[in-house]
């Protein structure tokens, strides 16, 4: 898993699937919310070409259901379990603990988790959900895996973002929410916080002269458990219609986890790159290079998130100051 920083970039061929990820064997991977759609087939294909995956569940139940599966489809997959909530820091801090001790070498990390447009809730740190879980949760758990990741030559951290970061703002003054929420404001906070994130550990890993190559994807419009979290407390036509919606417009899960496979495995991949579908506006199609909107590549924005992030989280990125 080379990156390619600095090489010419070969855009991602048209028809990209999981067929052509790369051998991975030897190497380490995380993947959040490995237990149900896009995280579950990323931890499947990745097991498939012979990584060994950690798949970090918040509930140990259904992450089981999900290995069994990922076992009766590959055999005998080095998969193991993990218990990771993201809307607690205690459990990040337990989870890397582990980690560090179990695989103190890390090559990949998928940033996959998430919630979507759900009521306003907190952490159990004070955290506005979607912020807390979606961003915050997932810098706590980079900077905290950062020693497992620079102990390999080549490390990857993968961050699933969405298009609808172009819904969001960085509400400096409410971050959380607090005076003002709006389940898809909220989401697309989160979201444009994933992107700036992204870009950030990018640049701060080239400034430490670290080879860490940190990069972006979206899965454009994906069936999976996220469209029925976020009905769940509608009325029953409202969600009768976004089921319906979903299940004619959007693609299956596995075609929507291309573009974090292919971020997370191809050897053209650059630093600060975003993938996603490359059909209907983005929404569907095969894996290719796309561009966030303008304000996810400011980096006063991303310099001013990381500051608060690592206020608010206690993670300071140590092993980028070396
Ligand atoms: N599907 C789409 O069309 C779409 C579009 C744009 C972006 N995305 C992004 O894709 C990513 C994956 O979502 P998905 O579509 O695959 O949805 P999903 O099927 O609902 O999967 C979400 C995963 O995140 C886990 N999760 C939620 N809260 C967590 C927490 N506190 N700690 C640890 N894990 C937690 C869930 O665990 P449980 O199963 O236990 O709830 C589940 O494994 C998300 O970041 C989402 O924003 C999806």
């Known amino acids: 898993m080379s990156p390619a920083r600095g090489m010419m970039a070969a855009m991602p061929s048209s028809r990209w699937t999981a067929d052509s990820i790369p051998d991975l064997s030897g190497q380490t991977t995380v993947v959040t919310g490995a237990n149900s759609g896009l995280g ?8 498939r070409y012979g990584a060994t995956v950690v798949m970090a569940c918040r509930d140990l139940r259904r992450g089981e259901a999900a290995l069994s599966r990922i076992k009766k489809e590959v055999g005998r997959p080095a998969v193991e379990l993990r218990r990771l909530d993201l809307a ?22 998928v940033n996959n988790a998430g919630v979507m447009a759900i009521p306003r809730g ?5 955290f506005e959900l979607q912020l807390g879980i979606n961003h915050l949760g997932h810098f706590a758990l980079t900077g905290l895996l950062l020693p497992c990741l620079a102990a390999t030559p080549d490390p990857r951290v993968v961050t699933v973002s969405s298009q609808l970061h ?11 929410s607090e005076r003002r929420y709006g389940p898809w ?24 002269g670290m080879t860490l190559l940190s990069a972006a994807s979206h899965p454009g419009y994906a069936a999976t458990n996220l469209q029925v979290a976020a009905a769940a407390r509608q009325s029953t036509w409202i969600r009768q219609a976004s089921a319906t919606f979903t ?5 299956p899960a596995a075609q929507g986890a291309l573009p974090s496979l292919y ?12 993938i996603g579908p490359d059909s209907f506006g983005g929404a569907r199609g095969f894996p290719t290079r796309v561009k966030a909107a303008a304000k996810a590549y400011d980096p006063i924005t991303a310099a001013d998130l990381w500051e608060h992030s690592v206020d608010l989280t206690g993670v300071d990125f140590d092993a980028l100051d070396n």
């Open 40 to 47: 579950f087939h990323a931890a499947l294909e990745l097991a």
């Open 88 to 109: 607690d820091l205690t459990s990040v801090r337990a989870f890397s603990v582990e980690m560090r001790t179990a695989h103190p070498q890390i090559h990949l990390l």
């Open 122 to 126: 907190e952490t159990a740190d004070g």
């Open 166 to 176: 172009t819904l969001g703002a960085i509400e400096f003054d409410d971050l959380m």
């Open 185 to 208: 404001r909220a989401y697309g906070q989160s979201k444009l916080a994933n992107l700036l994130f992204t870009f950030e550990l990018q640049r701060r890993a080239d400034r430490a």
């Open 247 to 251: 299940r004619v417009v959007a693609q």
């Open 263 to 274: 971020a997370a495995t191809m050897p053209d991949v650059r630093g600060g790159d975003f």
